[in-house]
């Protein structure tokens, strides 16, 4: 096999670090950027350049941080460090237990786990490098302007690397120097494993120094090399909220020129956010204000936006999906939802049906064509196809204590304000009247009407609001005061002494 067609053995991923800049109960490398944690981002980048062993090194919160691992990556060795402090003892923790199963032969990656940034082909890129120049190690470097703090890459007069000097070690003259080490190398397991036996913690730290494996290799006789990177966001790692935040919006942004290079229009890049996790298709449109999170997907020629934000939420082709609130839902083709709409959990929406203004839902399906157009709430329902739903209609989905179901069929009309008080089901065809509350079934093709007949008091305003606009007006409109005792045998009508209304249910 040709080392360009096979990943390294192994990938060791540092994670042991605490991380107290966060000043956070959350271990540092569990804080999210674009959707995923800063190790879900290290993770993936050494997934994919395919890696025979992946080993990620804990110690602080190592219980939640194994946990959290654990359920991004199953395969992944999970290696407790002990208390020698130091990146070289890490990445000797990692090798010591990669080597059970045989001692590792060829390249052994090493990565830290809060750096989420590294994107896979400049490590696929360090990886090809060091094994085209047989090297013994090949660190990733780069040139900054504000050095402190990070390990200084030590050169010979011709150029050649010769070693890392850390800040805390070097002397004045070292410290000018601008090329600095990013903590990422691609070894050689024999030289690694040799050099790490011989590492101290004879430093200004007293830690084991990973960056001293360079010196050891190269007295060794072999060849030391670096890969010179200009982007500095592939080597920044989060250390504080301003560096998450930071590394943040430029994980974004590097995300939404990707998927627009791929044929996603998004018309205000600075106000949309895409999680590393989402998919889009060619020709979606974003409009301005839009975030997109978890597992979303779009299909082509869908509209998403503006002011809209959707988590777990499928968008079918030619959708359209404004000013609206979504999670786990279902958008069918040509479908479209919103202003101003709230999609929870469940809710699954056929092609070219619509959920429009002001309306939540919840837990259910409808059928293509469906429409429920204007400020209303169905939940825990099903809503067959080509059924209009009128305004203001309601699922009475629970009782105060449990959840009910409401079927509703296909090629159904509602009259505005139905109440549908579950459990109960509607047959396909049906009708209802406005203000209906329906409690039992109805049957195809039935109308349900369960309002009371309408009755006028003739007069009532200018008898009981006399003197009033009202009055005025409806006096100029040809109204007149009703005959005293038509009146007295009329019950009153205004509201100090109009009894509750009767409970629809109970009138019969
Ligand atoms: C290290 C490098 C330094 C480099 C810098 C880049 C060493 C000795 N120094 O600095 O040359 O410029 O990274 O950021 O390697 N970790 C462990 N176990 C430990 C210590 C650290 O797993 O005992 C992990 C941390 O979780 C982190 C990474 O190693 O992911 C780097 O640790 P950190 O303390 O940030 O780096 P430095 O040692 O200061
Ligand atoms: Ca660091």
């Not at 602080?60 to 654990?70: I, K, N, W, Y």
């Not at 429409?371 to 209009?388: M, P, R, V």
Request: charged letters at 20%; hydrophobic letters at 40%; glycine letters at 12%.
């Amino acid at each position: 096999m040709s080392p360009e067609t096979t990943g390294p053995a192994a990938v060791i991923v540092l994670a042991a670090g605490a991380g107290t800049r966060m000043k956070s109960r959350t271990p540092k490398i569990l804080h999210e950027i674009g959707g995923l944690s800063l190790v879900g981002h290290a993770l993936r980048a050494a997934r994919t350049i395919d890696p025979r062993q992946l080993a990620l090194v804990v110690r602080h919160e190592r219980d939640l941080v194994a946990a959290h691992v654990s359920g991004l990556d199953p395969a992944a060795l999970i290696v407790d460090q002990d208390e020698v402090p130091g990146t070289g003892r890490a990445v000797q923790a990692a090798l010591e237990a990669l080597d059970a199963g045989g001692p590792l032969d060829g390249t052994v990656v090493v990565t830290y786990g809060d750096v989420p940034l590294l994107s896979a082909e400049l490590l696929a890129e360090l990886v090809l490098i060091h094994e085209h120049e047989r090297n013994a190690v090949t660190v990733l470097t780069a040139v900054l302007d504000n050095a402190a703090g990070y390990g200084r890459i030590l050169r010979a007069a011709d150029g050649t690397v010769t070693g890392i000097r850390e800040h805390k070690d070097a002397s004045d003259e070292e410290r000018e120097i601008r090329e600095i080490n990013s903590g990422i190398y691609a070894f050689d397991a024999a030289v690694l494993r040799d050099a790490l036996v011989q590492v101290t913690t004879d430093n200004a730290q007293g830690e084991m120094y990973l960056t001293d494996v360079l010196g050891l290799a190269r007295s060794a006789g072999g060849r030391v090399a670096a890969v010179v990177t200009n982007d500095r966001w592939q080597v920044e790692g989060a250390n504080d909220r301003v560096q998450l935040s930071a590394l943040g919006a430029e994980h974004n942004r590097r995300t939404v020129e990707a998927w627009m290079r791929a044929g996603v229009t998004v018309v205000d890049p600075a106000t949309t956010w895409i999680d590393a996790t989402v998919t889009l298709a060619e020709d979606v449109r974003i409009l301005p204000n839009t975030q997109l999170h978890g597992a979303t997907t779009v299909a082509r020629d869908a509209v998403v936006g503006p002011d809209t934000t959707l988590t777990d939420v499928t968008v079918g082709e030619g959708a359209k999906v404004t000013r609206t609130h979504g999670s786990g839902a279902t958008i069918g083709a040509n479908a479209s939802v919103g202003p101003f709409t709230y999609l929870r959990p469940g809710t699954v929406l056929g092609e070219t049906g619509k959920i429009g203004a002001f309306y939540e839902t919840k837990n259910v399906t409808i059928g293509r064509g469906s429409k429920l157009s204007h400020l209303g709430y169905a939940g825990d329902a099903e809503i067959g196809e080509d059924t209009n739903i009128g305004c203001g209609n309601i699922t009475a989905n629970y009782d105060g204590e449990n959840k009910h179901r409401t079927v509703i069929g296909s090629g159904v009309r509602t009259g505005s304000n139905t109440v549908f008080v579950a459990p109960v089901q509607v047959g396909d065809g049906a009708y209802s009247g406005a203000g209906a509350v329906i409690r039992q079934d109805v049957p195809a093709g039935a109308l349900a009407i369960s309002v009371a007949k309408q009755r006028n008091a003739e007069g009532w305003v200018i008898s009981h609001r006399p003197g009033s606009i009202s009055a005025v007006l409806a006096e100029a409109a040809g109204a007149t005061a009703p005959v005293s005792e038509t009146a007295a045998a009329q019950p009153p009508l205004d509201s100090s002494s109009t009894p509750a209304p009767t409970e629809e249910g109970k009138q019969s």
